[in-house]
């Protein structure tokens, strides 16, 4: 049985579980709370700061009863760093967040989880996990984007002729082979060396592997201005991706590359070929039949069951597919015309190689059922819609605030006195 979660993913740490064998034993303990782990500058990280992150985090997964590992200390500790920096940045700037802004976004973050907030609040509490913890994190989210946009956004300009010039970029990817690509960078700077930010980024590709989405590590981590946006680059020329990511398949990732002073790992998002629609943009009908075992633990495949697959070795069209399933007291349903990118990451990979009229073995998605699916048709054709100049213009000058953004950010991080009490 799967255990409850909240997803977090809107304030992007959605999921960040590292799971490995060390707990952190000294955090969980409650009499330590208020040790300093780390000062930044005039404001100091606790102990318990950690403890409620971690334990935050390993909510969003379903795993609040976990041990917080020393990987995941370490991951939560550089965040709340960086956090604290931008505060200050905001503080200084005169920027606040009122009350109703914060209530505002945790009643948005708890309807997405189909609940109100007085039942979000609740189920932190029968968690353990202090809701303030959210609504902290909500805060200096808000904060920072309110910074950049304010201080930031007023010395950016884009004029119609970058408009223009995007436009051309556009038109002119759209006749090619494309490939949508992501990244993970951790920078060598003079504080760190070559070795340790190795080590970052093959605790990032661990990370990765145990199933941490691409986007949490990248939108938390990552060294670069696309961490604002997950680690997406962007669509590009295929001929023109890095050669160990050109032949990746959507969703996999590259291991780490060293390429200068960065190190670096791409991940394919989607891909699609001139004149298509990408894999993830394509359409799709299909049909599922759902049999419930009444007893899990029969040695035998029930008659019925066996009757229905007998059937449905035969089926060749979608229409006779479901009329087994209800003939044989399955739950049918259709799914028409959906994009694959809206579909569960597992259903779509599984979907999108199956071939039209066939019936694959079927998916046990439970200890009592199993899932029976038939591809009926699929869209491919179709061509990239170039933006408005408007969308085009708002487009360019958010990515040159993001850039100047993790610049200036940068340039404070490097300036700033972080005293660590903590082994990192």
Not at 45 to 73: F, N
Not at 92 to 119: C, F, G, P, R
Not at 409 to 419: G, L, P, S
Request: glycine share 4%.
């Amino acid at each position: 049985m799967m255990k409850k979660k909240i997803v977090l993913a809107w304030y992007c740490f959605s999921s960040l579980l590292v799971i490995a064998s060390t707990p952190l034993g000294g955090i969980a303990n409650h009499a330590s709370e208020a040790q300093i782990a780390v000062i930044v500058n005039q404001d100091v990280v606790t102990y318990g700061d950690i403890y409620k992150r971690g334990k935050l985090i390993l909510l969003s997964s379903g795993r609040v009863d976990d041990p917080i590992t020393v990987e995941l200390k370490s991951q939560v500790l550089e965040a709340l760093i960086q956090e604290k920096l931008q505060k200050q940045l905001a503080e200084k700037a005169d920027i606040t967040v009122s009350s109703e802004e914060i209530n505002e976004s945790l009643s948005h973050l708890a309807s997405e989880n189909n609940m109100n907030l007085d039942q979000m609040k609740t189920f932190f509490s029968e968690k353990g996990v202090p809701v303030s913890t959210l609504a902290e994190r909500i805060k200096v989210n808000i904060l920072w984007m309110k910074t950049v946009r304010t201080v930031l956004g007023s010395t950016i300009q884009v004029t119609q002729a970058d408009v223009e010039k995007e436009k051309a970029r556009l038109e002119a990817l759209s006749k090619k082979d494309q490939i949508l690509m992501g990244e993970i960078v951790y920078l060598t700077n003079t504080k760190d060396s070559v070795a340790h930010t190795e080590n970052k980024i093959k605790e990032a590709h661990k990370n990765l592997q145990q199933g941490v989405p691409f986007v949490v590590v990248a939108r938390n981590f990552s060294q670069v201005p696309s961490s604002a946006q997950g680690g997406v680059i962007g669509w590009m020329d295929i001929h023109l991706a890095p050669e160990q990511a050109k032949n990746l398949k959507v969703g996999e990732f590259t291991q780490p590359i060293q390429m200068g002073n960065r190190w670096v790992i791409f991940q394919c998002l989607d891909r699609k070929k001139a004149g298509e629609l990408s894999e993830k943009e394509a359409k799709v009908s299909y049909v599922m039949a759902k049999y419930t075992f009444q007893d899990p633990n029969v040695s035998q495949v029930p008659e019925a069951l066996q009757n229905y697959m007998n059937d449905t070795a035969l089926s060749t069209t979608c229409d006779s597919f479901a009329k087994s399933g209800e003939k044989y007291g399955l739950e049918v349903s259709k799914v028409d015309n959906k994009a694959y990118g809206e579909l569960p990451d597992v259903l779509q990979k599984i979907v999108y190689q199956m071939k039209l009229g066939r019936v694959d073995k079927p998916l046990k998605i439970s200890e009592n059922e199993l899932l029976f699916l038939m591809k009926c048709s699929e869209t491919k054709a179709g061509k990239d819609v170039i933006p408005d100049d408007k969308t085009i213009k708002q487009s360019l000058m958010e990515k040159k605030v993001q850039d100047l953004a993790v610049i200036e950010f940068n340039k404070v991080k490097a300036r700033a006195k972080i005293e660590y009490r903590m082994q990192r």
